[in-house]
Structures are given as structure tokens and as C-alpha cells.
């Protein structure tokens, strides 16, 4: 009985659940230390800690990690408030589905990444080609959901809205936009997995900043702690946004039971 | 048939406009050809690097790095997936570890991959199984949960082993999500290969993608998109023409068809 009540515990139960990382990192620093791995190929969890630390008091490393934000966060906004837009006018007007829908359609299954060297040739190395490359991505998973959500609104609730006199701008106001956003919501985590994916792969291949660039810059100069360093940064930082939007989604859907 | 054909041309006839749109902007002379080759530039590009036997080759290299790294992802999130579902130990082990790798960004973690396995094969298809792994854990998770426990009840009962359960109730029960992980995965293993083969080089279609880039030829990027967009369309397709096939004794085909 006793993991049980211990699984209950508020801090006691996350280290018993998440105990498998930890055994990992023991792992991880204990093969390096002992010399079962090359330490350079694996440096030790502590050096890797420390160069981290060390970035953590660098300005650059501030500005890198910024860039990378503001290009990730400017696309994926972009995406949200045109794809939202668009999926739900699809669903609403028939022309809107008919001219766009075969578009959205052709291209949805496309690698986006095979966008990157044209958005480079467009735009250059800067800000623009990374954020025009994270919007053309996620703005198509983001028509797609609001779309499949929109065409699901429960028609009885259409009905009941212009028996009531509502005006078809009220009606996607105020019915078929609630009844889309948990499709919506799914969409954006996808979204937003895949700006992250597009942001990290762009900057890796061709970027003078950003935190894919300083992955790059790091192992190129051998300074494979600080790589260490970087790629962890970027990981965490994917896993604590993605946390993030699901509490984002927890409470913007609160009113559904 | 012929009501299917007009309704067939209607949904062509926007990519049509498209495709004006297009060779009109270029023709018109309000971007260069550097920045918008014309259609039929890029047209006569692919279909040069069709003839020449080019493209085959690169199509060839990419999905057989994409193929392999799925595959390996595939058999290894089943087992995963179904050995969670069954066993508290390996239950206890994945679960942290799936909860935060499923939603990070993987291809992060190349040049860790590069560092480790040189620049061959290995690693591109070694990252392409890593980066497809999650999504089909988590789904062949997902599907073994879901299965009926009466089923199992029953199969116990008539006297089957938990290897019988396992391969004869909970895998064919499971396989529906299994094949959604494996729709979700299959774009991640295109995406991944296509940057690792721009990161990395060796050929393939991303490799030949960064090439023309790397030497300002517009055509040969603009061919090269469409050339990878064709090849994802058409394995995403199979994939889910697979799907259909594979569940042909499934409810979910059934009711679709009718």
C-alpha cells in the first residue's frame, strides 16, 4: 500500500512518476564519468549543467533564444488568426470551400520543410523567411481544424439561433466558433509542435541567430557541452509551451463539462 | 461516373486558377524569374529530371531513408506501446519518458545524433526512428487501453496465454489506433528525412533541394518542391488506401463505405 499513497503525494508522487528521468540522468553522468562512453561524444550531465549555467549569464544567449521565440511565437499567431478565419468561412460559405478547399487539400500532405531553402530565396537569411516558413506551415493544420470543427456545429443549435433571429454573423459568432474551439485548440497543439519543429530545422540548416544556430555554432567549434546545453534548452523549452497551451486549453474550454 | 467527373473538375478547377495566377505574376514581369520561375520553366524542369532517370533516384534514396526509419519506429512503438499496456514495468519506465519527448522538437536533437553516428545513413534513418517513435507509442498505447475488457475476459476464460491475448485480442483490437499513430507518424518521418538530408547532404531529395539552393537555381528549387510535394501526396495516400484495406473487417470501413 505504501507506493500508493505515496504516488498520492503532491511532490513525493512527481518524483516516483518522472523517477525514470531521473534514473536516466544518473545513468547518463555515471557512463560518462566512468569512461563507458567517449566524453566527447557524451559529456557528463554535470559539465552539461554547467555550460548551461554559464549561457544562463550571457546576453547572447538571451538574444539567440529571443530571436527564436519572436520568429516561432510571429508565424504561429499569423497562422492562428488567418487559419481560424479561413477553416471557419469554408465551413460557412460554400464559394470559400470551393475555391480554397482543393488548395488546403493539395498541399496539406506536403513535407513543410521543403520550404525552407524557397522561403530563404524570397526573404534571405533573417527574421522573414523563418517567420513566413512557421506561418505557411502552421496555417494549414490550423484551416484544417477549425474547418472539420466549424463543419461539426450541431445544426440543432443553427436552428435554435435563427429561429431566434440571429444574423449569420451572430450565428458564427456565437455558435459556431464556441463549437469549433476544442478543434481549434487540437489543431494549435499540432501547430505549435510544428513551429517548433520548423523554427529548430530553418535555423540548423541556414540562420546567422537563433537557437538552432547556436546548436550549430557550438558543435561546429567542438564545444559540445554548450551544444548539450542548447539542444536541452530547446527541448524543455518545446515540452513547457506545449504544458502551457494544454492549460491554456483546459481553461478556455472550461464551460464544456 | 460522369456526375463523379464534373464534380472531379470542380474541385481541380481552383488548382487550375492557381497555376494561371502564377504564369501570369511571372510572365508579367512584377517579380524576376529569379524570385518566380514560370510554370512551364518548372514544368520542363521536372519533367527533365523525370526523363533523365534524376529524380527516381533522388525519390528512391529519400524514401527508403524515410521507409526504414518508419518501419524501425513502427515495430518498435508497437512493442513499446502493447508491452505498456501489459506490463506496470515497462508501464512505469515509457510513461515519463513518452510525456516528455512526444510534444519536444526531436530533430533538435541531430547534431547529437551527427556526433554519435558520423554522417552516413545511420544517422539520418537512426533520427528519422527517434523523431517517429513518440506517435506511435503513444497511439498503440492508446488502442491497447482502449480494448474491450470483455474480450479478454472471455479469451482467459476459453484458457489462451498472454502471449495468445496479446497477439490474437489486444493487437487486432489496437490496430486501428496503430495505423492512426502510423498516419501521424509517416508525415514526421518525410519532414525529418527532408532535413536531415538538408542538414547532413548525401542526396535524396532534400539534398538535391539544398544543392539548387546553394546555387541560386530558382527552377531547380521551385521543381524540387513540387517534385516533393507529389512524392508526400502520393505515399500519404497509399498509407491511408493501406488503412482502409488493413481494416476492411472493421466498423469504421463499413459504415464509410456505404
Known sequence: MRPLTLEKHPVLGGIVRYSPLLLLAAAWEASSRLGLVNEYALPPLSTVLVAWFQFLKDPSFYYHAGMSLMRAATGLSLAIVLGVTLGISMASFRWVEATFGPIVQMFYPMPKSALIPLTILWFGLGHLSKIFLIFLGCLLPMTLSSFNGARGTDKVLLWSASSLGASRWNRIRDVVFPASLPSIMAGMRTALALAFVLFVSSELIIANEGLGYLIRMTGDGGQYPAMFAVVLTVVSMGFLADRLLIAITHRVLRWRA | MARLNVAWLKRLLPIIGLLVIWQAVAASHVTSAFLLPSVVTVAERVWSDIASGTLAGKVGLTLYRALAGFLIATVAGVTVGLSMSILPVVRWFFDPLISVGFPTPKIALLPIFMLWLGLGDETKIAMITFA???????????????????????????????????????????????????????????????????IMGGGGLGGGLLEASRYADSPGVFAAIVEIAAAGAIVINVMFALRKRLLRWHEETQTRDQ
Do not use: K
Not at chain 2, 517517429?132 to 475476459?153: D, H, K, P, S
Open chain 2, 132 to 198: 517517429c517513435f513518440f506517435a506511435i507509442t503513444t497511439n498503440a498505447y492508446a488502442g491497447a487501453l482502449g480494448v474491450e475488457r470483455a474480450f479478454i475476459w472471455s479469451a482467459q476464460m476459453l484458457g489462451a496465454s498472454r502471449r495468445q491475448i496479446l497477439t490474437d485480442i489486444i493487437l487486432p483490437a489496437a490496430t486501428p489506433q496503430i495505423l492512426t499513430g502510423m498516419q501521424i507518424a509517416l508525415p514526421v518521418s518525410l519532414i525529418s528525412t527532408l532535413v536531415t538530408e538538408m
